[in-house]
């Protein structure tokens, strides 16, 4: 390694506390203005107030939830303990759930707030995909739909919380005082996908989470409204499997259809 590279290459250690970067210094010349520890501290510290304010962007629900001191106090403990490999910060926090579920196990809903906005992010950021209506089927003699599988746009996930952390997030997001953190008495499901440029979600049932899965994992219709049966009749599975598939025509959630 030449003499730069390893000046760079100690830097960088320096900014990220590791040890290689403690003899840094050596290489920084002092003034009479200010020293080169000081001088130094200036570019430590800016580094870490840049990353904060990014993950303060990535998770401004959670920063509001938990408060600007204690989100600080997360965020650099999260930087030292993820030191950041991207070069588009855009990407660094998507650990975040899986820290606080270790730093803050005593405040469950934390993680579950980081987990739904980094997901809605996600959702927002996913690839452009074509939109499948219901016009699009009508082609499609009612016969041959038991055989027709569907592609869903990638932005879809499933996020599952214990605690009432969307209406926090909602009453947040609409600039009103939240409730306050309170465990639901049964797990919620909760959709999240892209309708045009907006990020989407709402409460499912889990009867839909179901059938969802099974179609998005490649099962026909007919597959589908026959694992419905198991928990209704026929003629009733087979309407609301046919209900699920034009609600998810109409949020724009299936990109394209085929027929075995």
């Given at each position: 390694?030449?003499?730069l590279?390893?000046?760079?290459?100690?830097?960088?250690a320096?900014?990220?506390?590791?040890?290689?970067?403690?003899?840094?210094?050596?290489?920084?010349?002092d003034?009479?203005?200010?020293?080169?520890?000081k001088?130094?501290?200036?570019?430590?510290?800016?580094?870490?107030?840049?990353?904060?304010?990014a993950?303060?962007?990535a998770?401004?629900?959670?920063?509001?939830?938990?408060?600007?001191?204690?989100?600080?106090?997360?965020?650099?403990?999260?930087?030292?303990?993820?030191?950041s490999?991207y070069?588009?910060?855009?990407?660094?926090?998507?650990?975040?759930?899986?820290?606080?579920?270790?730093?803050?196990?005593q405040h469950p809903?934390?993680?579950?707030?980081?987990?739904?906005?980094?997901?809605?992010?996600?959702?927002?950021?996913?690839?452009?995909?074509?939109?499948?209506?219901?016009?699009?089927?009508?082609?499609i003699?009612?016969?041959?739909?038991?055989?027709?599988?569907?592609?869903?746009?990638?932005?879809?996930?499933?996020?599952?919380?214990?605690?009432?952390?969307?209406?926090?997030?909602?009453?947040?997001e609409?600039?009103?005082?939240?409730?306050?953190?309170?465990?639901?008495?049964?797990?919620?499901?909760?959709?999240?996908?892209?309708?045009?440029?907006?990020?989407?979600?709402?409460?499912?049932t889990?009867?839909?989470?179901?059938?969802?899965?099974?179609?998005?994992?490649?099962?026909?219709?007919?597959e589908?409204?026959?694992?419905?049966?198991?928990?209704m009749?026929?003629?009733e599975?087979m309407?609301?499997?046919?209900?699920?598939?034009?609600?998810?025509?109409?949020?724009?959630?299936?990109?394209a259809v085929?027929?075995?």
């Amino acid at each position: 390694m030449n003499h730069l590279a390893q000046l760079q290459a100690d830097f960088q250690a320096y900014l990220l506390d590791d040890a290689q970067g403690t003899s840094f210094i050596e290489a920084v010349v002092d003034d009479k203005k200010v020293g080169a520890k000081k001088r130094l501290s200036i570019y430590h510290n800016a580094y870490r107030l840049r990353i904060i304010e990014a993950l303060a962007t990535a998770y401004p629900k959670l920063n509001a939830l938990l408060g600007d001191v204690l989100f600080d106090n997360i965020a650099r403990e999260y930087i030292s303990a993820y030191p950041s490999t991207y070069r588009n910060l855009r990407w660094y926090g998507n650990q975040m759930r899986e820290h606080l579920l270790t730093t803050l196990p005593q405040h469950p809903i934390a993680a579950e707030m980081a987990d739904f906005e980094w997901t809605l992010s996600l959702a927002f950021d996913a690839e452009d995909v074509p939109e499948l209506t219901l016009q699009d089927l009508a082609t499609i003699p009612p016969e041959n739909w038991a055989d027709l599988s569907f592609t869903f746009q990638p932005a879809i996930k499933i996020v599952r919380t214990r605690w009432n952390t969307i209406p926090i997030w909602q009453a947040l997001e609409a600039d009103e005082t939240p409730t306050k953190p309170a465990q639901e008495s049964t797990y919620q499901s909760w959709l999240i996908w892209r309708k045009k440029f907006n990020s989407q979600f709402r409460l499912v049932t889990e009867m839909e989470v179901i059938a969802l899965n099974m179609a998005m994992a490649g099962a026909t219709f007919g597959e589908v409204c026959e694992s419905l049966e198991c928990e209704m009749d026929e003629e009733e599975a087979m309407t609301t499997a046919a209900q699920y598939l034009a609600t998810w025509l109409q949020e724009g959630m299936i990109s394209a259809v085929k027929q075995k």
